[in-house]
């Protein structure tokens, strides 16, 4: 079956500078990749995604690349703000295409 | 507005009893989840859904059960409650995860159990 593996576990960045958070997956088949970003106390929430035909997708200060061919993908923050710190999930389609398999999951925290 | 309900979203029972999870979606989804999730920690897929009638068990094993008889309603119960159930429970919807339609989750249910 799938298995996705993130890293790293927790990150700590100062408030500006950049964040990075990288994932691979085992199904070569698999096409779409989406991260979700909880907050304390909080549901997960879809912040960006990606399919297989594109390599990378920009939305503000948050971009996503894939390397289909290394089976990696990675969540890039810009310009981190305290209000980024949350921990983030990346995930791939399990093998039976209804369901997501998520990875362990990276606690980041921006320090003002 | 669409989104998904859970009730109750805390509780606390004694050991033993049952206890009924609700999860209902006004997003007009197939497929519905139920994860298991400790506070910051991984999510676990237990139980999934692909339609009226259909339920499958998910990556993680688990003691509960689910039905799906109405699209919209995915209840998850516990015959039997014991402290190792105490966490966080989040049920989920979409429209279909193999067409690149995204997972939605509820508020989620933390449930402790002493």
């Known amino acids: 079956g799938e298995n996705v593996e993130q890293h790293p576990s927790t990150l700590s960045v100062q408030e500006g500078d950049s964040a990075v958070i990288k994932c691979t997956y085992s199904?070569?088949?698999?096409?779409?990749f989406p991260w979700y970003k909880q907050e304390l106390g909080k549901r997960p929430q879809l912040i960006i995604d990606?399919?297989?035909?594109?390599g990378e997708k920009k939305d503000q200060r948050i971009a996503v690349t894939l390397n289909k061919t290394a089976k990696h993908f990675s969540l890039h923050i810009t310009e981190t703000q305290p209000e980024d710190s949350a921990v983030y999930f990346c995930?791939?389609?399990?093998?039976?295409?209804?369901?997501?398999?998520f990875g362990s999951g990276t606690r980041l925290l921006v320090r003002p | 507005e669409a989104d998904i309900y859970q009730t109750p979203r805390y509780l606390v029972i004694g050991t033993g009893k049952k206890i009924t999870l609700e999860c209902s979606q006004t997003m007009g989804h197939d497929k519905m989840y139920w994860y298991q999730q400790d506070p910051g920690m991984e999510l676990h897929l237990i139980h999934y859904?692909?339609?009226?009638?259909?339920?499958e068990k998910g990556d993680l094993s688990s003691e509960s059960t689910v039905s799906r008889i109405r699209t919209e309603h995915f209840p998850l119960t516990l015959e039997s409650a014991r402290p190792s159930h105490t966490s966080q429970y989040l049920c989920a919807s979409s429209a279909g995860v193999s067409s690149g339609n995204t997972i939605y989750f509820g508020e989620g249910s933390w449930l402790t159990v002493v």
């Open positions: 990606i399919r297989s035909n594109v």
């Open positions: 859904s692909y339609g009226v009638n259909s339920t």
């Open positions: 199904d070569s088949a698999s096409n779409y």
């Open positions: 995930a791939a389609p399990g093998d039976s295409s209804y369901k997501l398999i």
